[in-house]
T-cell receptor, first 116, second 114 residues
Framework: QQQVKQSPQSLIVQKGGISIINCAYE??????FPWYQQFPGKGPALLIA?????SEKKEGRFTISFNKSAKQFSLHIMDSQPGDSATYFC???????????????FGKGTKLSVIP | EPEVTQTPSHQVTQMGQEVILRCVPI?????FYWYRQILGQKVEFLVS????????KSEIFDDQFSVERPDGSNFTLKIRSTKLEDSAMYFC????????????FGPGTRLTVL
């Protein structure tokens, strides 16, 4: 019930291409869906986040698409650059439900490599 | 830019020893968290702390673990008797309600249990 399933485990994309990472969740109490970027030896850093009242959110080259009925959301990185090479984690929380402590449940991560 | 700091960056200890990992949360943040990440695996929630008490904990957070905020600034995670399987990166995170909607993660402490 608490799981967030993420795919693919690894992804290789040519510079300038589109990177797509998918996540699915089970717990319908989740109402906040962030994506975190992690470079080796560093802590996760928030990249972009979405609430289920919208189907898409775009910030620069990064877009989250959200499908509430399917309980799925995805991250699209347009014009992927070598500097985007990192591990990406989707996560979910009951941030707005008013219950609990809003801890994040993470997916297993996707290691993205953008090759020149 | 606000940031969470953690010390030490790397801790090596012998199995059975006690370790204390320290975090300095962002000033005025109200919720504090510890997560861990075993090498190559996902980030896992350990415990959340609010209003000077534990608000939630995962099944990983057993009696060997404890947290406290001893002086109103530091937030610590203690592991009383470390096991080999406690080797991981431990991340502190903090969050507050309001306009900024983000859990800020520290850089982590790499714990190696020999």
């Amino acid at each position: 019930q608490q799981q967030v399933k993420q795919s693919p485990q690894s992804l290789i994309v040519q510079k300038g291409g589109i990177s797509i990472i998918n996540c699915a969740y089970e717990n319908t109490a989740f109402d906040y869906f962030p994506w975190y970027q992690q470079f080796p030896g560093k802590g996760p850093a928030l990249l972009i986040a979405i609430r289920p009242d919208v189907s898409e959110k775009k910030e620069g080259r990064f877009t989250i698409s959200f499908n509430k009925s399917a309980k799925q959301f995805s991250l699209h990185i347009m014009d992927s650059q070598p500097g985007d090479s990192a591990t990406y984690f989707c996560a979910a929380s009951n941030r707005y439900s008013g219950a609990g402590s809003y801890q994040l449940t993470f997916g297993k991560g996707t290691k993205l490599s953008v090759i020149p | 830019e606000p940031e969470v700091t953690q010390t030490p960056s790397h801790q090596v200890t012998q199995m059975g020893q006690e370790v204390i990992l320290r975090c300095v949360p962002i000033s005025n943040h109200l919720y504090f968290y510890w997560y861990r990440q075993i090498l190559g695996q996902k980030v896992e929630f350990l415990v959340s702390f609010y209003n000077n008490e534990i608000s939630e904990k995962s099944e990983i957070f057993d009696d060997q673990f404890s947290v406290e905020r001893p002086d109103g600034s530091n937030f610590t995670l203690k592991i009383r008797s470390t096991k080999l399987e406690d080797s991981a990166m431990y991340f502190c995170a903090t969050w507050t309600s309001g306009r900024i909607d983000e859990q800020f993660f520290g850089p982590g402490t790499r714990l190696t249990v020999l």
